[in-house]
């Protein structure tokens, strides 16, 4: 599977179970994004800005606390 197979797939995945593009639900719980910055800081996981850490890891974290310091 090549590259555009694979993001075509995801796609169709992602169709079926609702979604479709980049766009989120209103459901989605964004009230929640200190409970899941707090999963992405855990011991390994947290990565500095502009890097890319190993899986299971991210730097979300550090862009949500960069667009809340300057809105």
Same mark, same amino acid.
């Given at each position: 599977? =090549?590259? +555009? +197979?694979?993001? *075509?797939? !995801?796609?169709?995945? !992602?169709?079926? %179970? $609702? +979604? *479709? @593009?980049?766009? !989120?639900?209103t459901s989605f719980?964004? *009230? /929640? %994004?200190e409970q899941a910055? $707090?999963? /992405?800081?855990?011991? $390994?996981?947290?990565?500095?800005? @502009?890097?890319? $850490?190993? =899986? #299971?890891?991210?730097?979300?974290? /550090? !862009?949500?606390e960069r667009i809340?310091?300057? #809105?």
């Amino acid at each position: 599977m =090549n590259a +555009q +197979q694979s993001r *075509d797939w !995801l796609r169709r995945r !992602l169709r079926n %179970h $609702g +979604q *479709d @593009g980049k766009t !989120l639900k209103t459901s989605f719980p964004f *009230d /929640a %994004h200190e409970q899941a910055c $707090g999963r /992405a800081k855990q011991k $390994g996981r947290a990565v500095p800005p @502009g890097q890319k $850490g190993t =899986n #299971p890891s991210s730097s979300m974290p /550090a !862009l949500i606390e960069r667009i809340r310091e300057n #809105p």
